[in-house]
């Protein structure tokens, strides 16, 4: 039997999530003043670029939206 459309969303939507997670928590570890050397504008540039990032994903949610390019770089 073939994967439905809701299937195939559900499954993708729990690997996409946790792994998305996965990372927000490993960006997290780069809060260790002990083993990296950051400053408070490098932690705002990077959560203006996940929160960007979240608002943009949010508007394609509710307007079934297309896609959208975007990196990230503190330089």
Known sequence: ?????????????NKRVNNALKAIELIGNLS???????????AEKIFLALS?????CRERF????GKRE???SLE
């Open 1 to 13: 039997m073939a994967e439905t459309d809701r299937e195939k969303f559900v499954r993708l939507a």
């Open 32 to 42: 260790n003043r002990s083993n990296y050397d950051y400053s408070q504008e490098d």
């Open 52 to 56: 960007k990032e979240l608002k943009a």
């Open 62 to 65: 509710s307007n079934a939206g």
């Open 70 to 72: 975007n990196t990230f």
